[in-house]
Structures are given as C-alpha cells and as structure tokens.
C-alpha cells in the first residue's frame, strides 16, 4: 500500500509570487485535505477535495486554491505570496465512503517565503 | 464554533515514568476527538479516536485517553514512558465521523523524555 506522498519537500519563494504544491493521495483513498502548519502551532485546515470539487473549506483567502485530478492526487496553490505564508503545508488523504477511515497524512512541503 | 486547548506546550519526563498530556475542548455539538502525534520532520500519525462508543479509548503504542465529558477533556495518558515516545502530540476535534472534513487542532506539546 503506498502512502501520502508530497512535493517537493522543501521549496523557497519570493513574496509575490506564486507557488504549486503536489500530492499524490494513498492507494484507494478518493479524498483529499490540506492544512497549514505554521512554525509552533498546529495544523489549520485549508480545504478539501471529493470528487475533483471542493468539499469544505476554512478560513483562507481565495489566494489559495486547489485541484483534485481523476486519480485522486490534488495540488494547493497560492498566488501572491506572503511572508505569512511560510509554513509546513500537509496533504491528507482519506476514504470518503468510510466514516471509520482516519485521515492518513504526508511528510508536508516545507516553504519558506521571503 | 469548536476549539481546542493543551495546557503545556512542553512536557518532560523520565523513561519509565506515566506520561499525561492535556486537551480540553469545546464543542456545541457531540465532538469527535483525537490524538495526532508528529516526529520531526514527519506527517502526523493517528495515535487514537473518540467517536462516542466508549469513554476510554485505547490507541497504538500503549497510550489511551478518557473522555469526559463534565470536564470537557480528553487527556492522553500512557504508564510508562519510552525514549521513542519523544514527539509533539496534538489533540483535535471535529463535528463529523470519522475523519472526514475539518478537523481542528490544538497547538500541540512536545515531549521530552529523559533516560
């Protein structure tokens, strides 16, 4: 069974501009969620995907986007970067039509805005 | 709106010693709760569920935790510390079964076990 896997693993950018994170779900998992994690604090949910649409979403601004593709992988971009931004960012992929499935994370992206 | 609070950002203790760690939450509906922990540089591990069948939950690498919900807490605790359990634990709650949609974290404690 392969797990969560993200890319790249670490990655810096200017503020400004924009900036395209990968993931490739768990084998037989249709679902995907992003979180944020910032230095020293816990995860915050940035959105997911079921069914290549958006599927809920929290409190970040329309600059962070997203893309499910038919084999379950998905990507999070952001556009106009800001120092803010700097984060660990962590893909989660899970299976939708199982209530008991836990959501089985990656390694994250490390991004350093600056 | 749901939160979550862990009271100790820092936790140490000697191997061989109990471990507990903190959660308090609110909710305004009937939580789901859980246990995360992360190894540096690592995803975070599912370590254990409470999805209201039983207050006291076991989870893997010996640890379980209690919900209550008169204190509205959901401490981690273990008997025995390990020098493999060094990690940042974080507590969540969510609204929904499972794991699926939005689940909220608390900020974490990071354990240090001493030999």
């Known amino acids: 069974e392969t797990g969560v896997t993200q890319s790249p693993t670490h990655l810096i950018k200017t503020r400004g501009q924009q900036v395209t994170l990968r993931c490739s779900s768990q084998?037989?998992?249709?679902?995907v969620s992003w979180y944020q994690q910032a230095l020293g604090q816990g995860p915050q949910f940035i959105f997911q995907y079921y069914r290549e649409e958006e599927n809920g979403r929290g409190n970040f601004p329309p600059r962070f986007s997203g893309l499910q593709f038919p084999n379950y992988s998905s990507e999070l971009n952001v556009n106009a970067l800001e120092l803010d931004d700097s984060a660990l960012y962590l893909c989660a992929s899970s299976l939708e039509t199982d209530n008991n499935s836990p959501l089985h994370f990656g390694n994250g992206t490390r991004l350093t805005v600056t | 709106a749901q939160s979550v609070t862990q009271l100790g950002s820092h936790v140490s203790v000697s191997e061989g010693a109990l471990v507990l760690l903190r959660c308090n939450y609110s909710s305004s509906v009937p939580p789901y709760l859980f246990w995360y922990v992360q190894y540096p540089n690592q995803g975070l591990q599912l370590l254990l569920k409470y999805t209201s069948a039983a207050t006291l939950v076991k989870g893997i690498n010996g640890f379980e935790a209690e919900f209550k919900k008169s204190e509205t807490s959901f401490h981690l605790t273990k008997p025995s510390a390990h020098m493999s359990d060094a990690a940042e634990y974080f507590c969540a709650v969510s609204e929904y079964g499972g794991s699926q949609g939005n689940l909220i974290f608390g900020k974490g404690t990071k354990l240090s076990v001493k030999p």
């Open positions: 084998s037989g998992h249709n679902t």
